[in-house]
């Protein structure tokens, strides 16, 4: 996106311009570089132009009617200063919103909800044995007001544009509210995990049939790797639970009924996302174990075929040990045929101790 004027000089142009009247289009107005998207929603449809933060609340409080939409990605916190303090966010949640690296919540402040959500990408790779990394995560932030949502998104992968599309293809769905947005928003993020969630099975698939087809070898990095992939999945879905169940049962205002069955489905969603997660991670620790009792069992085969050639390599060990001894009157040691004699019996007897190591599955 290019470089654009900052919100202080948008401020005193917008000043300087005066208020639009309801029944004008609004002049384009640059917004800053940091906000994705500012759009002004009335009765479900978007008005025509570009806004400035100030203008766009105001247009709304003005027509008593509709709400602002503003997205934002990887603010600093001088960048969020100025709509912190027009729409009146708590510090503490700017300052989250800011910083990142949140766990998924969701907390009221006064008139304002925040919430907090993990984002969550596949990874594409040839082999689950051979990758670096399954998972990649994001995070997804929404300040909810009654006539204002900001989305604050912090990685490279849970852009809002598709969905804000989608909704205002639907102007209906869209007239409830703010709200409206949150829900979208979560709804994305949820069915997402359940993509990555089926990705990872197949994943977990193939390392499973690797680990149980005979004659493969595999090391434990992989599944430990998949391991701490699944954790990540882990901090990201779990957590999510109680602020769902929260909006599903109606523990803000800022949330109407009609948008509260929605929320009961992300609900729902996400509780399948949190049984498959919990059924990775016993499945990968059992896979462990089993890895483990693999490589245990293969050492003690190789262990037991060393031991069988150990014992066969004894025996012309032994002979040439005693015919060593350099002794004068020992058996054997002026006849002719007593040096192919002493061959003859050490070849017999190892093919002897072979067979019976043999019969005995040693070798």
Known sequence: MPSLPSLGGLRGRAARAGRHNHNHVQVPIPVDAHVVDCGVY??????PGRWTHT?????VRDRRSGFVWIGLHEPTGEQIEGIAETFGLHKLAVEDAVQAHQRPKLENYDDTLFMVLKTLKYVAHESPTTANEIVESGELMAFLGKDFIITVRHGNHSGLAELRRELEGDPEHLRIGPSVVLHAMTDRVVDNYLAVTESIEADIDEVETR?????????????????????EMRRAVMPLALPVRQLAEGGTRLVPAAVRSYFRDVHDHLTTV???????????????????????????????????WAAIISIPTMVAGIYGMN???????????????ALLVILVACLVVYRILRKNDWL
């Open 42 to 47: 009335v009765e479900g449809k978007r008005l």
């Open 55 to 59: 203008d766009a609340i105001a247009e």
């Open 211 to 231: 680990i149980f087809a005979p004659r493969t070898v595999i090391g434990s990095e992989p599944i430990y790797l998949m391991k701490r992939e699944v954790l």
């Open 274 to 308: 949190a049984e498959r997660v919990a059924g990775f991670d016993e499945l990968l620790t059992t896979l462990v174990d089993a890895t483990l009792a693999k490589i245990s069992l293969q050492q003690n085969t190789d262990m037991r075929k060393i031991t069988a």
């Open 327 to 341: 002794f004068v009157h020992m058996p054997e040691l002026q006849w002719k045929f007593g040096y192919p004699l």
